[in-house]
């Protein structure tokens, strides 16, 4: 992976945790929680994505995944809260 393939990939993970953090709670967490939150995001996605047969590609297709993904982190993340 090149320098420009990880600040892409940094950058998808940034937008989409910002994304899903307004989607879910109305505001987003901050640049490192965002970036952690889109990247496993996309990692959850592509997984769920995988198992549905969904197939995406290209940039939009890598956001799209990731928020998927960062939305159902957090549902469950916040699932996790409320019931402790």
């Known amino acids: 992976m090149d320098l420009t393939s990880l600040l892409v990939?940094?950058?998808?993970?940034?937008v989409a945790g910002w994304l899903a953090g307004n989607i879910m709670r109305g505001g987003g967490f901050g640049l490192?929680?965002?970036i952690?939150?889109?990247v496993v995001g996309a990692v959850i996605g592509g997984w769920v994505?995988?198992?549905l047969g969904i197939s995406v590609n290209g940039l939009i297709g890598s956001l799209?995944?990731?928020v998927?993904?960062?939305v159902l982190l957090?549902?469950?993340m916040g699932l996790i809260k409320n019931t402790s």
């Open 9 to 14: 990939f940094l950058a998808i993970g940034a």
């Open 49 to 51: 994505f995988g198992l």
């Open 64 to 66: 799209v995944t990731a």
């Open 74 to 76: 957090l549902f469950v």
């Open 68 to 70: 998927a993904g960062a």
């Open 36 to 38: 952690v939150i889109g």
């Open 32 to 34: 490192l929680i965002n």
